[in-house]
């Protein structure tokens, strides 16, 4: 049983599931229970990008730790209550529509309430947005949000590492993603520039 906070994962439809993947498989590593949340699109996503299911990568997650998957439209969840104490919450990847819902507090949904939730309860939100061009209104929902303090970590590339894979870029991603969150054993795997090298 482990002493560390669940950590509340939610799942969009927005490109970048390699992300969400390597994320939990990364917290699960570190000992850290994972609440998980998918919305609809999310799953399809999900199966499309990785070319397998989500069941069957929740299945395998659960020979290497602790992890409870609720349904999107599963209101009476614990992850709605601020009453189940968690470390925090991680959205990746986080589509407009569904940062629009946190920013408005919308709670539409499983996933925007347990982020409402987090932020009420003024526990660390992460957010890793995935589209490009950003519109006004993408700005200003993030910039609402990041004055709530809400991370908005997206994904940009650290090119100085000069990374030769996508699964490069997503190892180098990670650590910065999960550090953001306040995960003590993500800071230290944060890669550190070094000009010259």
């Known amino acids: 049983m482990s002493s ?78 601020g009453g189940l104490v968690t470390h925090g919450m991680l959205v990746v990847p986080c589509s407009m529509g569904t940062l629009a819902g946190i920013a408005a507090g919308a709670a539409g949904n499983l996933l925007e309430r347990a982020a409402d939730v987090t932020l009420k309860e003024f526990r660390p939100l992460v957010l890793v947005p995935r589209e490009t061009p950003l519109s006004a209104i993408h ?32 190892e180098h991603l990670v650590p910065r993603v999960l550090s953001a969150l306040a995960i003590p054993e993500a800071l230290a795997e944060v890669p550190a520039y070094r000009p010259g090298e």
């Open 139 to 170: 700005l200003e929902n993030m910039l609402k949000l990041a004055r709530l303090g809400v991370r908005i970590v997206p994904p940009m590339p650290a090119f100085y590492l000069k990374p030769q894979s996508v699964a490069d870029v997503v």
């Open 4 to 81: 560390k906070l669940p950590v509340v994962v939610g799942i969009t439809g927005a490109s970048g599931h390699l992300l969400a993947q390597r994320c939990i498989e990364r917290l699960l590593e570190y000992g850290y229970p994972v609440l998980l949340v998918c919305t609809a699109p999310g799953r399809r996503v999900w199966g499309e990008e990785l070319d397998h299911d989500l069941p069957g990568a929740i299945a395998g997650w659960r020979t290497r730790g602790s992890i409870t998957h609720y349904n999107v439209n599963d209101i009476g969840a614990p992850v709605a209550s």
